[in-house]
């Protein structure tokens, strides 16, 4: 296997050589005649005008010390028109101070070559700026590939996800689901049973992007073997268990599900290694802990759970979430944590869901100190539940 790329005759790519001198042109001609396709710019404008044809140069050889518009200018020009940015382009020089060379690369050069010329380093250098010329498309080909099917695989998730949040009379329900990347390992789910009864999951894949959507994306149809038994949240725990045990490997789920009775008044919880649901009373005005967790999901098939029933009381409030709500860390790596969370719904207490789930997202990004080009550091997914008059 030859060492070094070879281009096949089919492939045979344009140089475009802007030189004022014969001579100089002669000897890069003859260097590259048997392998390359050559045209000839004695000027600045000239250069400019073959860069931009209809069939454009694979690579630039561009002497410096022109008369009129130097080679540093013909550069500028090229890199700033987007339809010759790309192309590279090597100075032809025979100044040699690092001032002259720097600021060839500032203008957009790839390399040098030092008059008076050696053909073959004259050939191998174009040759391996031409392979990375190459190599670089290929790979943005291959990411623009990936983006594409990311963003399909987004899409198959987000058709995944409840289209529409259920509304019943005395219950009033706000999600949000942000991503951290295009698809996410968490996922919700609502099994809407009449206007009286309704079972709502939250889950969490541990990991993150395509496989943990794709064990995400299981669960909606795990979930939906469940209704028969929709009232029980520890059966739908234990039928999501055994569907998934077995599937994978080197990811887990946690899972918190409840069944809201609105004709009994009751909220029955199950959880499996899932952060706590956060009860606030109305008649206290405080916060609590509702914790009744039996393994993670996937992971041991004879793995039990059970479940906790409360009565619900009009005013309160149920927020369930992933924990990239609770490990948002801030500049002094502290995270958020159960306590601030708890502390924010006592003193937001007044906004009805949708506006609570707004401004609380709008909090922790905020404590988080995140901006767009640091995003969020997991999957963040938030359901809020208000009981309320019917």
């Known amino acids: 296997m030859s060492a070094s790329p070879q281009l096949a005759p089919s492939a045979q790519k344009l140089i475009l050589i802007v030189d004022d001198t014969p001579l100089n042109i002669g000897v890069i001609s003859g260097a590259l005649k048997d392998s390359y396709k050559t045209k000839v710019a004695t000027n600045g404008e000239k250069a400019l005008a073959l860069a931009s044809a209809e069939e454009k140069p694979d690579l630039i050889l561009l002497d410096i010390m022109m008369p009129g518009m130097d080679g540093y200018e013909v550069c500028s020009r090229l890199k700033s028109d987007p339809a010759t ?30 008059k008076p010329f050696s053909p073959a380093v004259v050939k191998a250098r174009v040759r391996s700026h031409i392979f990375l010329r190459e190599a670089r498309a290929q790979l943005a080909s291959q990411l623009l590939a990936l983006n594409n099917e990311l963003e399909m695989a987004r899409q198959i998730q987000l058709s995944i996800l409840p289209h529409s949040i259920p509304k019943l009379p005395g219950l009033e329900i706000a999600a949000r689901f942000l991503p951290m990347t295009s698809v996410a390992g968490d996922f919700y789910d609502f099994i809407e049973i009449d206007e009286k009864h309704i079972g ?6 541990s990991g993150h992007g395509l496989p943990s959507a ?26 999501l268990n055994h569907a998934l045990c077995g599937k994978f490997t080197d990811n887990f789920v946690t899972a918190a599900y409840v069944y809201v009775d609105l004709e009994k008044n009751l909220m029955r919880y199950a959880g499996a290694g899932h952060p706590p649901v956060l009860q606030w009373r109305n008649s206290t005005g405080k916060t609590a802990k509702l914790l009744e967790n039996g393994l993670v999901l996937g992971m041991v098939e004879e793995a039990t759970y059970d479940a906790l029933e409360f009565p619900l009381e009009l005013g309160d409030r149920y927020v369930l979430y992933t924990d990239g709500v609770l490990e948002a860390t801030n500049s002094a790596r502290e995270q958020f944590g159960a306590d601030r969370f708890m502390r924010f719904i006592e003193n937001h207490k007044h906004l009805v869901a949708d506006q609570f789930s707004e401004t609380f997202l709008t909090e922790l990004s905020r404590w988080a100190n995140q901006t767009a080009e640091q995003g969020q550091q997991d999957d963040i997914t938030l359901l809020v539940i208000d009981f309320k008059h019917h």
């Open 85 to 114: 940015r790309e192309i590279p382009v090597i100075f032809l020089t025979g100044q040699t101070a690092a001032e002259d060379e720097t600021r060839g690369f500032e203008v957009g050069a790839v390399d040098y070559v030092h």
């Open 200 to 205: 709502i999951l939250i889950a969490d894949v």
């Open 214 to 239: 794709l064990i995400a994306s299981m669960l909606q149809v795990a979930l939906t073997a469940q209704a028969g038994h929709a009232s029980e949240p520890a059966k739908v725990l234990l039928g």
